[in-house]
Nanobody, 123 residues
Framework: QVLLAESGGGSVQAGGSLTLSCTVS????????MGWFRQAPGKEREFVAA???????PYADSVKGRFTISRDNSKNTVYLQMNSLLPEDTAIYYC?????????????????WGQGTQVTVSS
């Protein structure tokens, strides 16, 4: 069974940066394509970014140019570097894993999820 654990959330002012981490345990990260999703208060969970086993990196339009997803298979960790943060980026951020070579922007395709980490951006 694969387990995911997010870390790195916190509070930051608009324009600031945060880096989220998602550590995979139970199986090696190299077996999975990974995604980041977020859920803001009162809203549905939405796709943020993903990275396939082969390095493809789709992004949501709202974060393109500001967020960067990366993976370090040797550390079993996926990262989400978030720059130029906006108040509308405030949400709980979740990482998710899918056991195949390609990613998806559809959350229902991801069987494995972390517990989430809170990101709060103040204006």
């Amino acid at each position: 069974q694969v387990l995911l654990a997010e870390s790195g959330g916190g509070s930051v002012q608009a324009g600031g940066s945060l880096t989220l981490s998602c550590t995979v345990s139970g199986r090696t990260l190299s077996s999975y394509s990974m995604g980041w999703f977020r859920q803001a208060p009162g809203k549905e969970r939405e796709f943020v970014a993903a990275i396939s086993r082969y390095g493809a990196k789709p992004y949501a339009d709202s974060v393109k140019g500001r967020f960067t997803i990366s993976r370090d298979n040797s550390k079993n960790t996926v990262y989400l570097q978030m720059n130029s943060l906006l108040p509308e980026d405030t949400a709980i951020y979740y990482c998710a894993a899918i056991d195949r070579g390609t990613t998806s922007v559809r959350q229902h395709e991801y069987p494995y999820w972390g517990q989430g980490t809170q990101v709060t951006v103040s204006s």
